[in-house]
């Protein structure tokens, strides 16, 4: 069975940092791409990033790029996002979701998602 | 960025009911799009991708259809589990964009 198991959600300060990590089994992790997508409260989805599944090769949403880094570990078969620079805007449950195939190019839909992890950035 | 765009953005409806979604997207996407399902608190769900291909496990009443800029995603006949809000996501071109959502509510 495909388990995806966010964690490392928590309430942290506006300008503050934090790491995401999603545990993946049921699956060979390392044959396929992986996606980040977060949900505000009330509000829909929002693709965040993705990374291949052995090229390293990743994308990002504009409204993340150059403060969040996406990475795997596939000996672990975990994923992790690195959000920094933080502010109230990110406030989100965040998704760890798997791709149908390896490479980016035609990674598919996300054909399993984790329960997510809430991300609180407040004073 | 492509933006996709649903209507109706909010639908009531009967069980029974044939109930039809649309997404539009703003430059031609091919077949690269697909439709999942959200239950209220939970994650979503893969219903249709390729436009018009059924994930392994979901009901014969979800169907989907179109290409280039127009897409709809169909239930036959609505059921009460059905209720939640209904996404489509264009999987052409990076970032890859969801839609804003139809609300679906049983009458």
């Known amino acids: 069975e495909v388990q995806l198991v966010e964690s490392g959600g928590r309430l942290v300060q506006p300008g503050g940092s934090l790491r995401l990590s999603c545990a993946a089994s049921g699956f060979t992790f390392r044959n396929f791409a992986m996606s980040w997508v977060r949900q505000a409260p009330g509000k829909g989805l929002e693709w965040v990033s993705a990374i291949s599944a052995t090229t390293g090769t990743t994308y990002y949403a504009d409204s993340v790029k150059g403060r969040f880094t996406i990475s795997r570990d596939n000996s672990e078969g975990m994923l992790f996002l690195h959000l920094n620079s933080l502010t109230a805007e990110d406030t989100a449950i965040y998704y760890c979701?798997?791709?149908?195939?390896?490479?980016?190019?035609?990674?598919?839909?996300?054909?399993?998602w984790g329960q997510g992890a809430l991300v609180t950035v407040s004073s | 960025d492509i933006q996709l765009t649903q209507s109706p953005s909010f639908l009531s409806a009967s069980v029974g009911d044939r109930v039809t979604i649309t997404c539009r997207a703003s430059?031609?996407?091919?077949?690269?799009l697909a439709w999942y399902h959200q239950n209220p608190g939970k994650a979503p769900n893969l219903l249709i991708y390729?436009?018009?291909t059924l994930q392994s496990g979901v009901p014969s009443r979800f169907s989907g259809s179109g290409s280039g800029t127009e897409f709809t995603l169909t239930i036959s006949s609505l059921q009460p589990e059905d209720l939640g809000t209904y996404y489509c996501?264009?999987?052409?071109?990076?970032?890859?964009?969801f839609g804003q959502g139809t609300k679906l509510e049983i009458k």
């Open positions: 430059q031609g996407i091919s077949s690269y």
């Open positions: 996501q264009q999987l052409n071109s990076y970032p890859y964009t």
């Open positions: 979701a798997k791709g149908v195939r390896s490479s980016l190019a035609a990674a598919g839909p996300h054909d399993y």
């Open positions: 390729a436009a018009s």
